[in-house]
């Protein structure tokens, strides 16, 4: 993972915005003062600092959930709106939504097209394998035939064009693009969701279930949730009791993110809702 990534990724001293916050020890000054931080579907905030900045500012990189936290209604289209306004290159980080959140990703369920897009994951079909997508006026500075040495922009990796992860991936996007695969996905999902809320609320815990379908997880919290600041409001103490309690039930639930799955039976489902039923009522205030 770049420097850049490891900027305000997950900060946990929360400064003010724009300034940036290294996640990670040896990463330059010099980076820091590169970057710009935005809040997550503040797009006020956004307008107001390219208003000032827009001239000075190459890219504008956004994750479609942060984390789990969906964009508020038409904040990617005006995201769009404000890159176009300034010649700012729009990047949608699509590793985890790319083929998730349906065939062609969170661009095709919010209708909104990147200039650039990164990808990985799915494409893969479990083996490691990363992708980058573009215009063709963008992509052609990886052609040195094209844009001469001076635009020539050099990229690479050591598991690029692996062969096993190619025909892993490409078997994956096959099967997803079968009649109804993100329907059932979706289904499989929703129907999560509606258990975990169902029962928490029954055994009293204030929470929020957030996401999307296709990826969502569990926040306790009243206090509803529209950013990485907010999600850290909820009661993290209490969502990894939560988790344990549903690991001792059989159903490995990762500390972060739910990720439904095609392979989904209506037993798997059955023994969902069992664990997730009885972890509701042990799980303590």
Same mark, same amino acid.
Request: with cysteine.
């Given at each position: ?10 900060? =946990? ?67 769009? =709106? ?143 949730? =529209? ?59």
């Amino acid at each position: 993972m770049s420097a850049e990534a490891q900027m305000s990724l997950a900060p =946990t001293k929360l400064t003010n915005f724009p300034v940036a916050v290294a996640d990670s020890a040896g990463i330059p000054q010099s980076v820091r003062d590169e970057m710009l931080i935005a809040p997550f579907n503040d797009i006020d905030f956004i307008r107001s600092l390219l208003a000032e900045q827009g001239d000075q500012i190459a890219g504008l990189i956004v994750e479609r959930l942060q984390r789990v936290v969906p964009p508020a209604p038409g904040f990617l289209q005006e995201l769009r =709106t404000e890159c176009d306004k300034y010649g700012i290159v729009l990047i949608f980080d699509e590793i985890v939504t790319g083929f998730r959140f349906a065939y062609g990703g969170a661009q095709e369920l919010y209708g909104v097209t990147p200039d650039v897009c990164t990808l990985g994951k799915i494409i893969g079909g479990g083996f490691a394998l990363a992708a980058i997508a573009g215009s063709a006026e963008i992509m052609a500075h990886f052609d040195k035939d094209r844009v001469g040495a001076e635009g020539f922009l050099m990229q690479l990796g050591t598991l690029s064009g692996n062969p096993v992860a190619a025909v892993a991936g490409l078997k994956t996007m096959e099967i997803l693009r079968r009649p109804g695969a993100f329907d059932k996905i979706r289904a499989n999902g929703q129907a999560i969701m509606d258990m975990l809320s169902q029962e928490l609320t029954q055994a009293g815990h204030a929470h929020q279930i957030v996401g999307d379908p296709t990826l969502f997880d569990v926040v306790f919290s009243e206090s509803p949730v =529209t950013d990485y600041r907010s999600w850290l409001k909820g009661d993290a103490e209490k969502n990894a009791r939560f988790n344990d309690l549903l690991r001792q039930r059989g159903l490995f639930k990762a500390p972060g993110k739910l990720y439904p799955s095609l392979a989904l039976t209506d037993a798997d489902l059955n023994q969902t809702a069992g664990a997730i039923a009885e972890a509701a009522r042990l799980l303590d205030g």
